[in-house]
């Protein structure tokens, strides 16, 4: 049965399955803030956590990148925090410009939809083609150590887990 989450109940099915701790995190193009490409996941020789999000113009996902921002920021020098959402790159800057986000980067997977690699896009109905609210954490040799698909995108995700998960790897 194929992966699903919620939208105040309303139930939306995944594009393949989200991947689990344990599987290697398969490298994925994304588009930076400055229109250029990305590569997130894989081996990196640092930690990563990759952060997906259905919109930042939504007020769900402009608090948890805030928040993400806020708590990783100190970290940004010993790991890499990517949040990845369907926005165009001109959204992500009035977004970085209006929350002074900083300590992490911002993506958009629209140019290729590369994070359907991850099972965290949504396959039908009025969200079909954007991405559910999901963390993956990602050790130095891009192995997944932590995945957290939140099941009603209406809410936030488990941040002191996400944050015990990346504490592990540093």
Do not use: H, W
Not at 87 to 102: H, T
Not at 150 to 163: G, H, R, S
């Amino acid at each position: 049965m194929a992966a699903t989450v919620t939208l105040k109940g309303t139930p939306f099915t995944l594009a393949g399955s989200p991947l689990q701790a344990g599987q290697f995190a398969p490298p994925v193009c994304v588009v930076g803030r400055d229109n250029q490409e990305i590569l997130v996941g894989g081996a990196k020789g640092k930690p990563q956590i990759l952060i997906t999000v259905p919109s930042l113009d939504t007020p769900v996902c402009a608090a948890e990148a805030k928040k993400f921002n806020e708590q990783l920021a100190s970290l940004k020098d010993k790991m890499e925090a990517v949040v990845i959402s369907m926005d165009l790159p001109f959204a992500q800057n009035r977004y970085c410009e209006s929350y002074k986000v900083e300590g992490i980067t911002l993506a958009s997977d629209y140019r290729y939809r590369d994070m359907q690699k991850y099972g965290v896009m949504i396959a039908e109905g009025p969200l079909r083609g954007i991405l559910a609210r999901a963390v993956f954490v990602i050790d130095r040799e891009g192995r997944i150590t932590y995945t957290e698909l939140v099941p009603e995108i209406a809410q936030e995700p488990d941040y002191a887990a996400a944050l015990s998960a990346v504490q592990k790897l540093i």
